[in-house]
């Protein structure tokens, strides 16, 4: 009898833990909360989006307006004459997976009247800084042209829009701008230069909150643990680090019609190889121009789904799109210009990793046009047919990428391609120049920048069900005979 009794005990926990099984996978398949679960239709949105301005720009170029341009991004509050006056209109206009990113729509508008940055911990209300570590979202705009030469970091806190239209603003200095644990952030307009690291010491994070910083890497935007960001017509250049780096987790991000020049390593996308989180990162790259002086990484994935959409690389020195780790890199209708250089013709680079491990990677290379000789090399599911869209769906010939991003950056701003005047005197840097591994002031994963604000850190636990299985696994595997079957039995599950 007492042998029954256990046999049924052991056919009871065996369907328990059967029931469980996708549970426990789930647990150690770590995602992020906001990632969009299906990237394929946010794909189609964009190029449906694309589609319709560009339908509607050929239609009145026949009645002789040229308002229109075919990026739904500027169509959207361009032709509007009085978009000053409705400048949060702007917040409806983004596309891809940064498409919900409020910015400070819905708040009051901030006016920065002061370019000055001198203390860190008491910002003088009217200067950038006061503004952007308020609570309560914010549409800030500026007053006249200013540089702001930053003393450190620039903290900014979620809902803000950071919006330079009607103004010749830059952002220059120590930390330059960064993005921790916040969600609904827009920066538009904006020129970033010349950015170097700071830190090892006090910078306040909210009207309530000082803390210790530990040293930046030099980034002109960092972006870490961050959700709903658009940077839209920024013109980057010549920065300690990156131009623009998302790390530990962020996700939901759209970078559009921004400007780059004269950099090493312009954008990383993924902490490291081993950070799981990141496999929820989902980023659109869409309309930007990569111009002179750029080396490598526009940009380089870790992990995650990137969407790569007509976008112009005119120049780069190593290599124009790389990854590691099985990221999902999605190129379509762009324009690659391959430079002279007979060894730096392909546009990819897989990092540290042999042909037997990407080979299974889904890279694609869709619509896009290679020039002097570009060519990419597709992987995975982009050597098949399986991503085969219906023609309202396939991307627009990259013949429309100079028209696409003609205005990409600043507006208004030198245009360094064209000849005219360059951001920046310096030579050209990055983490490789200098040595950085692009980890953060020595920091470990679990303190990146040196400082968790209080209640910033998202810690990521185990389902409840989950923890109940395990810990009644641990029970059985400790106070029965048979334990070492169930320790197996643990093992096959997981």
Sequence with gaps: MPHSHTSNTYILLFCLLTSLFSAIRATFNLTLPHQHPNPEAVVQEVQRRLNVSIYRRQTLDNTGSSCLTGNPIDDCWRCDPNWANTRQRLADCAIGFGKSAAGGKGGQIYVVTDSSDHDVVNPVPGTLRYGVLQPEPLWIIFSSNMVIKLKHELIVNSYKTIDGRGANVAITGNGCITLQYVSNVIIHNIRVYDCKPSGNTNIRSSPTHVGYRGRSDGDGISIAGSRNIWIDHCSLSHCTDGLIDAVLGSTAITISNSYFTRHNEVMLMGHDDGYMPDKGMQVTIAFNHFGRGLIQRMPRCR????????????????????????????SQGNRYIAPPNSDSKEVTKRVDTD???????????????????????????????????????????????????????????????????????????????????GRGG??????????????????????PITMFSITLLIYITTSTNNGALFSLLLLLLL
Aim: aromatic share 14%; charged share 15%.
């Design 303 to 330: 992990l995650g789904y990137f969407h790569v959409v007509n976008n112009d690389f005119t120049e780069w020195k190593m290599y124009a799109i790389g990854g590691s780790a099985d990221p999902t890199i999605n």
């Design 355 to 437: 042909e037997g491990h990407w080979a299974g990677w889904n890279w694609r290379t869709d619509g896009d046009i290679m020039v002097n000789g570009a060519f990419f090399v597709p992987s995975g599911d982009g050597l098949s047919d399986i991503y085969a869209k219906a023609s309202s769906y396939e991307p627009k010939s990259a013949n429309l990428v100079t028209q696409l991003t003609m205005y990409a950056g600043v507006f208004g701003g030198p245009r360094d391609d064209d000849g005219s005047e360059s951001f920046t005197d310096g030579t050209i840097t990055g983490d490789s120049a200098s040595g950085n591994t």
């Design 442 to 463: 020595g920091g470990s994963d679990g303190d990146y920048f040196g400082m968790m604000f209080g209640g910033g850190t998202v810690a990521i636990p185990l389902p």
